[in-house]
């Protein structure tokens, strides 16, 4: 399983933008998948979780983003995140991340930057 994520760039504070990661691989891998999820990364800070979402549809969200971010899923071969009212603070490389009973997958990240 392959996680490509796109859709990071430079938007000032208030604005929006609109992550995507695509999933490859074996159709069973993909199949089996039953979580996925958003992870960000600041400049010298660990990686936190953001968002995540299961094969239920049920979604869970950081504190820091709730109401502004959403998530949501086509199938397990494509994870979305939407992201409004970005803050300075949500500046950092952005990961996807999807699980099966195989194991964690990650993509390579996709930078947001947000600027006053």
């Known amino acids: 399983v392959q996680l490509q994520a796109s859709g990071g760039g430079l938007v000032q504070a208030g604005g929006s933008l609109r992550l995507s990661c695509v999933v490859s691989g074996s159709i069973f891998g993909i199949g089996a998948i039953n979580f996925m999820g958003w992870y960000r990364q600041a400049p010298g800070q660990q990686r936190e979780l953001v968002a995540t979402?299961?094969?239920?549809?049920?979604t869970t969200y950081a504190e820091s983003v709730q109401g502004r971010f959403t998530v949501s899923r086509d199938n397990a071969k494509l994870i979305v995140l939407q992201m409004n009212s970005l803050k300075l603070e949500d500046t950092g490389v952005y990961y996807c991340?999807?699980?099966?009973?195989?194991?964690?997958?990650w993509g390579r990240g996709t930078l947001v930057t947000v600027s006053s």
């Open positions: 991340t999807a699980a099966n009973y195989q194991g964690n997958y």
């Open positions: 979402i299961n094969s239920a549809d049920q």
